[in-house]
């Protein structure tokens, strides 16, 4: 009974709790601008009408246009199940399955782009290809910032891996998994989450010709990804292991809810980049996540 | 130079009797113009007028260095013509209109293809020039856009990010304005004026407005040139400010963006302040106006715009001072000095090719004949460079309306204008916020309009467009063709 009543709580967490993030950002965004601004609670009103609209269907599509979000969304979800919640643990833990989590979130990618490129359009094919490109150098200083944690604390288990700080490296970490994270979420520098127009977007454009419970469910696995790396940012800097459960969850809020912020921050004050240099950032984030990987190996010898 | 040109000089805003413009048969005539435009004229209108069965070609050419407009015409001919685009590039849309209108064909022309419409079919139904090659993508844009903006159809093709060719094909919104005027002025012309281009409103009417007092060989009184002046700057700050906050949305930079958005709306309401219309409509009537602005509301007016024009400064300094902005807006959409003499850019956009080129400085009519804002020309060419002339021209509009308002010219505000001479031709260009403004008429034998053609600044710009995206990354295109910002109606027409 314990643990139906644990999971239930934990789901609710991923899923009820990921679309607050959005709305927060976007709230923090109307707020430096001097305007009021969308409701905070906006996401979700959103994904009730879309679950109650009808699905339009390019006639060209094959069952991977809905199949292909659906996939990815699981795959989402089976990788937030693998993430610790500070005191309450992980759902599931076993040795290894920081790996898996990866491949999980590299799986609801290959998804999304399948969708995409299944509508034949060149916005969707175009949209697609950027995600991609992007993706390797992401995925590099994700990898790489696993592996510093990993060297750390010695062990190849999140639960582990996430409970002490990251030590002397924390900064370094902290920079890179931020970078990783607005770029895996398609925040500003990296992409306009606000833009219309097709022609500069990335995560937006392979979504165009989506519609209804698909793209309800595309913009719920989206806000999941974004708490998922919230979460991961705050565990991974912060020595969570060390604190009181009651201190350690207050603790875990408020780094989501810093994180957030900082995302609406960056993205109120920044222009976004042009594509030529994203490159440039993200092999900044890997580099800022190898010297941390440095550290942990050699400083945490000394 | 323009001493010893065969063509006729006229003034801007003067008109001259038909029988007056030298006629050549159509050889001599293109030759004519050829050599013209060799020798730096530029080309302001190119047209045709039907004649018993057959058509004239009219051309209208500016020497900008010598403060004047040169006119001439074909004899009447059917058939084709040795084109001129070979050589003067910037004649290629002209003779595609005028063989679209009156089946005119320019021989030799590189690119002949409909302006406007495809016989009953849709704009895009023609051919788009292709590129081959097993890594060329095609990418179709429009004519739905996913703004709420005017529809106009872009074809890429890509290799990769880099956009090899851009081919715009518009039309979507053919009015039939020019030939909604042949016989006219009518009851509804004035109207029909105005919204050319709604948001030249005030550069359009003034033009037009000022055809007919030329026609009539009369002029606006002072104060109604004076008050044209200010409405055609006010126009001029609302449109620069708005397109600064949408460059500024289009790189997601929200500071500027937000602001300029709510700034250029309290200078549309300072429009409205002097005619209670914030696009300025009613305010331009042929023989003067019918809103005056009484000192009590100047100096409100005077205030008030102190305040945007503060709150304008602010807005663009966020914008200038941060980084991110500046290496997005620097080289991107570059367009060459050489090319945009060639394709003969006008206003803003030439300006931040280097080119000076403003009808307020080159060919000053009405109220600038006495007061003139400096011209303001940056070099790059590139996005950066039209967004500083914007930001530039801002400064300078801002100080000519403080310096204007100031000292009115006392009179009358209206003047009934006579009746048009019979068989003149008039030109008239006004400097709009995007550029130049041509309005050329002629009447016939009762003093009615035989042709009356417009030439929208944006008939001119949309190459310099195409141009700019060469070799550019086509995610730039949206800021590329923000910092144009051309009408889509204006050049429809």
Partial sequence: MNTVLELIFRLAWWLILAPLLPGIINKVKAWVAGRRGPPVLQLYYDLARLWRKSVVMSTLASPGFVIGPAVAWVALLGAVILVPLGPAGAALSFRGDVLLMLYLLALARFCTAWAAMETGSAFEGMGAAREVSYAVLAEAAMVAAMLSLCVQTGSVSLATMLAPSAGAGAVLLAAGLFTVLLAENCRVPFDDPNTHLE??????????????PPLAVILHGASMKLLLFSVLLTEAVLPMGDLSPFAATGVLLGGVLTATVGVGLVESLLARFAFQRVPLLLTTAVLLCLFALLVAWKGGAA | MSASTPFALLANASSLPWAEVPEWPVDEFVRAAANELARGARLCAWFGVPEAGATRLVAVLAFDADNTLATARSRPFTGGYHSLTPAHPQAHLFEREVWEQHGLTPEGHPWLKPVRRTAGDAPTNGDFFRVDGCEIHEVAVGPVHAGIIEPGHFRFQCAGEEVLHLEIALGYQHRGVE??????????????????????????????????????????????????????????????????????????????????????????????????????????????????????????????????????????????????VRSRFEDVGTVFPSQAAEIGLVGLAARACGLVRDVRYDHPAGWHRFAQASVVVWPSGDVFARARVRSLEIQRSGAFLLDQLASPPDGELYQEPTAPAPDTLAVSLVEGWRGEVCHVALTDAVGRFRRYKIVDPSFHNWTGLALALRGAAISDFPICNKSFNLSYCGFDL
């Fill in chain 2, 179 to 324: 030939e909604a005027l042949a016989g006219g002025p009518h009851r509804a012309t004035l109207s029909q004026m105005e919204t050319v281009a709604g948001d030249a409103t005030i550069a359009h009417a003034t033009a037009h407005a000022t055809i007919m007092e030329a026609l009539a060989g009369t002029e606006a009184p002072l104060r109604a040139q004076w008050l044209r002046a200010i409405a055609l700057e006010l126009e001029r700050l609302a449109n620069h400010t708005g397109d600064l906050g949408a460059l500024a949305n289009d790189v997601a930079f929200l500071p500027t963006s937000s602001a300029c958005g709510k700034i250029r709306g309290d200078f549309l309401n300072l429009t409205a302040l002097i005619c209670g219309n914030r696009f300025g409509r009613g305010l331009v009537r042929p023989g003067g106006g019918r809103h005056d602005l009484e000192a009590e509301r100047a100096a409100r007016l005077t205030r008030q715009l102190q305040v945007a024009l503060a709150d304008t400064e602010q807005a663009v300094a966020w914008l200038w001072d941060a980084a991110s």
């Fill in chain 1, 199 to 212: 022609l500069t977007m990335i995560h937006e454009a392979m979504i165009l010709d989506h519609s209804g």
